[in-house]
């Protein structure tokens, strides 16, 4: 978890500040911070967060940002990168949103470590449907 709080440095975000690591047989195969695309503005070159503009509050509305997440970025690295990544486990800082917890899923990921809560009860009962074992450290029940 150090590595991907590490990670979660480098992140360009201005409301939230997100990093994840995937680990597969004991090896970092990938990791991932939240911001914009390869190539574009971040959100602090274009005048601000779109979501804070518009009000949205968070675990709601993903679409509508500018950003990948962490996990969406750890996922696309391990695939650039020709890594396969199944059963592996991921290492986040933030509990994964709707969006990040079906990437999860289809990528064949087997575990979740999340280091604190996100409000996004869809992605709990995802991640639950799936069967996937997630720990949470700061205790909380993912049952």
């Keep these: 978890m150090d ?63 500018r950003g990948l997440h962490a996990e969406q970025n750890a996922i696309i690295q391990a695939a650039a990168l020709g890594h396969a990544i199944d059963g592996s486990t991921i290492y986040i800082t933030h509990q994964p949103c709707a969006i990040c917890a079906k990437m999860i899923v289809n990528a ?9 809560g996100y409000p996004d009860e869809l992605a709990v009962d995802i991640l639950n449907e799936a069967g996937l074992k997630v720990v949470s450290l700061e205790g909380k029940d993912f049952e």
């Design 3 to 65: 590595i991907a709080r590490l990670t979660a440095q480098r992140s360009t975000c201005l409301r939230r500040q997100v990093g994840a690591v995937i680990v597969l047989d004991r090896h970092l195969i990938a990791s991932g911070y939240n911001g914009a695309p390869r190539g574009l503005a971040h959100c602090s070159e274009v005048g601000g967060c779109y979501r804070e503009k518009l009000g949205i509050r968070p675990g709601e509305r993903h679409e509508l940002c």
């Design 108 to 116: 064949g990921i087997g575990k979740i470590i999340v280091g604190e």
